[in-house]
């Protein structure tokens, strides 16, 4: 029974789908950040992602949940929405950044290639140590599936 649960894939049918991806991600804010990013999906649609991001003067976590949705007659494309917070640590002192990042985006597994790509948009909105928006935040993602 073990051995059964192990095989277990939420997201597997037909080459183009994934459980877990981790890479590399370009952009964000301003289009200057670069980072690590980490995807698992729980099930079918439903996947957390984890995005560690560094900047000239400070470096962010996120932690994102998101809805995945295929799109009809794009074999491997999906269409995603989520949500979810982020610290922001800035470089040699000063404090530290708390809040909340919507995402929407496409994601895209190439048939029978480990190879997954993502392009989204995640403004943010800080709430301390001041309140902001950040608007201008595409990023692109480039992993390795399996």
């Given at each position: 029974?073990l051995?059964?649960?192990?095989?277990?894939?939420?997201?597997?049918?037909?080459?183009?789908?994934?459980?877990?991806?981790?890479?590399?991600?370009?952009?964000?804010?301003?289009?200057?950040?670069?980072?690590?990013?980490?995807?698992?999906?729980?099930?079918?649609?439903?996947?957390g992602?984890?995005?560690l991001?560094?900047?000239?003067?400070?470096?962010?976590?996120?932690?994102?949940?998101?809805?995945?949705?295929?799109?009809?007659?794009?074999?491997?494309l999906k269409?995603?929405?989520?949500?979810?917070?982020?610290?922001?640590?800035?470089?040699?002192?000063?404090?530290?950044?708390?809040?909340?990042?919507?995402?929407?985006?496409?994601?895209?597994?190439?048939?029978?290639?480990?190879?997954?790509?993502?392009?989204?948009?995640?403004?943010?909105?800080?709430?301390?140590?001041?309140?902001?928006?950040?608007?201008?935040?595409?990023?692109?993602?480039?992993?390795?599936?399996?």
């Amino acid at each position: 029974m073990l051995l059964s649960l192990q095989n277990t894939s939420f997201a597997q049918d037909a080459g183009t789908e994934y459980n877990t991806a981790i890479g590399l991600r370009v952009g964000d804010i301003d289009f200057r950040g670069v980072g690590i990013t980490g995807k698992h999906f729980f099930s079918p649609n439903n996947a957390g992602e984890a995005i560690l991001t560094f900047y000239d003067t400070a470096f962010f976590i996120s932690a994102l949940y998101e809805f995945h949705k295929e799109i009809p007659n794009a074999e491997g494309l999906k269409w995603l929405a989520g949500i979810g917070p982020f610290l922001g640590i800035p470089d040699g002192g000063g404090d530290a950044g708390f809040g909340v990042s919507p995402i929407v985006g496409l994601d895209y597994k190439i048939n029978d290639v480990p190879l997954n790509f993502g392009l989204d948009w995640r403004p943010h909105f800080l709430f301390t140590p001041s309140t902001e928006f950040e608007a201008s935040s595409l990023g692109l993602s480039i992993r390795y599936a399996f």
